[in-house]
């Protein structure tokens, strides 16, 4: 009975995918509730048939692209990956994703060379609060933890309630998991009382400053509740911090970057120390946030025994992933479209934009739905003031624009309406049209959508552009 229910899930998945990528569509949230609803012990089923393991990659920024770079250099391993590239999160995408490994893909069950199957391996990015449900499914060899900040707190709630889910998720951990986790985040640190874990931070102190940011969430020992001593802080709350009350204190980072050289959207230049040695090189992916995400990755690849020359192979060819620093070419202008989703992440594309030499053409669209977090008060958290005096263009669009635009203002970085300078819009189209228009051709635009104006953004620029549809993208990596 339950290899019937199995096998009519896996039919009645495959079909949906096909349904909705007829119709322009991804295809991984109702295939996966299909999946789920028909074999409620699908995604058990199914990771038994990795037969590498998984690992889940999770936090609250930067997991989109971690989980990119470990299954980069999973694959340069030798690994088949199965991995949710389009960024379902939820269950319902993990369950969907699983659709390869239960026969939707032939390279799953074709042997290679040697007459045995390639070893398959599962690199999950997942949600914040699915993952203590997702641990028990899964069974998962490692779990990295990227960092930890405020963010959707009517869905969510405090950092704390996501701290607390996630230490009950890593009690239900086999014992020999391994975890992965920030030595520069304090919430994320005190993760690992009492296992074993590798921990990846910034040792390049030129990047700090004294003391702690006024929206830093952390500023409290998770040991015994004493207000934390910062020596300096990088972002937020992530630093080099220690408790005066009791002997927590941020450990010795496994990965460090030990020398970093931020040149705006470009990227920038890296020293990485790893166990096994030094890599340098430049990574084209933009802000220090970014830097943070390739040590998560080379620390969990360290976790999985990925061998040295795949990490670096991978390191080599370091892409952006879908709306987090991705580039395009629209109307003979160069579109730079980066996510901001909360204070921290907001704060720092407007610090890396604001890198760049000259004035800046920007659209900043603010969504206030589901996925985004109906509160939008984080705005007035973010540091909106580098962009004062720099903006040339500027779309100031979504559901929330005028909360937007009075932010902007209290920043000093609205221009003179007078002149003409800025816009106010509601719907993407209308306001990515807009913000098109008034860069000149050859120039470039940055634009900073929240998560539901990412995808609409995404769509409208990618079929003006020529591009392929983000999900399409996804299944071909």
């Known amino acids: 009975m339950t290899a019937l229910r199995t096998s009519a899930a896996r039919l009645a998945g495959e079909a949906s995918v096909r349904a909705l990528r007829r119709l322009g569509r991804g295809g991984t949230a109702l295939p996966g509730l299909l999946l789920q609803t028909i074999d409620p012990g699908w995604i058990q089923e199914a990771a038994g048939r990795l037969t590498a393991g998984s690992v889940i990659i999770t936090g609250t920024n930067g997991k989109t692209t971690t989980a990119r770079l470990v299954a980069a250099m999973a694959a340069k391993a030798g690994y088949l990956v199965v991995h949710n590239a389009a960024g379902s999160n939820l269950e319902r995408g993990i369950a969907a994703s699983l659709l390869s490994v239960m026969g939707a893909d032939p390279q799953f069950e074709s042997p290679d060379g040697r007459g045995t199957a390639p070893p398959v391996l599962g690199v999950f990015e997942v949600d914040e609060a699915s993952v203590p449900a997702l641990v028990q499914h899964l069974r998962p060899r490692v779990v990295a933890f990227t960092n930890l900040f405020r963010d959707q707190l009517d869905r969510y709630g405090e950092v704390d309630a996501v701290a607390g889910r996630w230490r009950a998720a890593i009690r239900a951990l086999d014992s020999q998991a391994l975890l992965v986790l920030s030595a520069d985040d304090p919430s994320v640190a005190g993760l690992g009382d009492g296992r074993e874990a590798l921990t990846f931070g910034l040792e390049e102190r030129n990047l700090g400053h004294p003391g702690l940011e006024h929206a830093a969430d952390a500023r409290w020992c998770p040991r015994c509740g004493g207000e934390l001593a910062y020596d300096w802080s990088f972002y937020g709350h992530l630093g080099h911090y220690r408790c005066p009350f009791c ?231």
């Open 247 to 477: 002997d927590f204190a941020r450990p010795t980072p496994t990965v460090a970057a030990e020398h970093v050289r931020l040149q705006g959207v470009s990227g920038s230049e890296l020293r990485l120390r790893a166990p096994w040695g030094i890599w340098e090189g430049l990574v084209p992916l933009p802000g220090l946030y970014n830097v943070m995400n390739v040590l998560a990755a080379v620390a969990t690849a360290q976790a999985l025994g990925i061998p040295e020359g795949a990490v670096r192979e991978a390191l080599a060819g370091v892409t952006a992933a879908f709306g987090r620093g991705e580039v395009l070419d629209v109307w003979s202008r160069r579109v730079h479209l980066m996510l901001v989703k909360n204070p921290v992440g907001l704060s720092e594309v407007v610090r890396t934009i604001a890198l760049e030499q000259g004035p800046l053409n920007v659209a900043i669209l603010l969504n206030d739905g589901i996925a985004d977090g109906r509160d939008v008060s984080w705005i007035w958290d973010a540091d909106l003031e580098p962009l004062a005096g720099r903006l040339h263009r500027l779309v100031v669009a979504g559901h929330r624009a005028e909360d937007l635009a009075l932010r902007l203002r209290a920043a000093g970085a609205l221009p003179d309406p007078e002149v003409g300078r800025w816009w106010l819009e509601h719907g993407a189209k209308a306001a990515l049209r807009r913000a098109l228009s008034v860069t000149p051709p050859g120039g470039r635009l940055f634009v900073l959508p929240t998560y539901t104006a990412l995808l609409q953004s995404r769509t409208l620029l990618a079929s003006w552009g020529g591009a392929q549809p983000f999900w399409a993208e996804a299944a071909a990596s």
